[in-house]
């Protein structure tokens, strides 16, 4: 048996189907608003965004969707992230069943189609900069340890130039605007909650690389900002 039939397993195989092909659509079917024009985009974003960026990743890296998808078998993770990581996926579920809960029992009433476009345009750059972000990183694991065995190095080229953490810098893009575009307040909830786990993690996952990766140290002296640039 090889690595890859070891890590993709028939349990991984369905879970990574459940996340990408059912959790997206979760607004539509809870609320069965067939009809609701902004689910249905935004589920069809997120298929896209995932399935496209990981097909460039792997022809780019072809290790690396394997080291994404046992994301939770890795003993040397982290142990703070062993905590952290699955809150950040369970949050990242939470948004469409709450905006599916509110579409279902009319508790928001509707932004308006300004407000809604430029959400739009915030959630594509968002996904835009995550696939870039994945595309240029190697080691862009979903877990936070130092993969030797893939003789992990600093990368600071794309996106990694003007932040240190553009994945996560797109993943709050989103959160954010996901409220808005789907008509839900009450999504706001989970968003801003989802918000501070991952700013947490970022801080954490900064201080780990600048303790245990060579060269990070220096690279962080001249990529200033970890998520918000002239911000934080």
């Known amino acids: 048996m090889n690595e890859n039939s070891k890590t993709f397993t028939?349990?991984?195989?369905?879970?990574?189907?459940?996340?990408?092909?059912?959790?997206?659509f979760l607004p539509l079917l809870i609320s069965w608003h067939w009809g609701w024009w902004e689910a249905w985009v935004y589920a069809i974003i997120a298929v896209l965004g995932f399935v496209v960026s990981r097909i460039l990743a792997a022809r780019r890296?072809?290790?690396l969707i394997a080291e994404r998808a046992k994301m939770l078998q890795h003993e040397d993770a982290e142990p703070w992230d062993k905590v952290l990581s699955p809150l950040v996926g369970l949050g990242g579920g939470l948004l469409p069943i709450v905006a599916g809960l509110d579409?279902?029992?009319?508790?928001?009433?509707?932004?308006?189609?300004?407000?809604?476009?430029i959400?739009?345009?915030?959630i594509m750059a968002g996904y835009a900069l995550a696939?870039?972000?994945?595309?240029?990183?190697?080691?862009?694991?979903?877990?936070?340890?130092?993969?030797?065995?893939?003789?992990?190095?600093?990368?600071?080229?794309?996106p990694y130039g003007w932040v240190r953490h553009p994945g996560y810098a797109s993943a709050l893009l989103?959160?954010?605007?996901?409220?808005?575009?789907l008509d839900s307040y009450w999504t706001f909830i989970p968003a801003i909650l989802l918000s501070v786990v991952l700013i947490v993690r970022t801080r954490l996952e900064d201080a780990t690389l600048q303790e245990k990766l060579e060269g990070y140290?220096?690279?962080?002296?001249?990529?200033?900002?970890?998520?918000?640039?002239?911000?934080?």
């Open 217 to 232: 140290r220096d690279y962080a002296k001249r990529v200033r900002y970890r998520l918000l640039p002239g911000i934080w």
């Open 131 to 158: 696939s870039y972000a994945l595309i240029e990183n190697a080691f862009f694991s979903g877990m936070v340890r130092i993969q030797k065995e893939r003789s992990h190095y600093v990368v600071s080229s794309g």
């Open 61 to 63: 890296h072809p290790d």
């Open 10 to 24: 028939l349990r991984t195989v369905i879970q990574m189907l459940f996340f990408i092909f059912v959790i997206p």
């Open 103 to 117: 579409e279902l029992f009319g508790w928001s009433p509707a932004y308006s189609s300004t407000a809604k476009i």
């Open 174 to 181: 989103t959160y954010l605007a996901t409220p808005v575009f």
């Open 119 to 122: 959400s739009l345009v915030i």
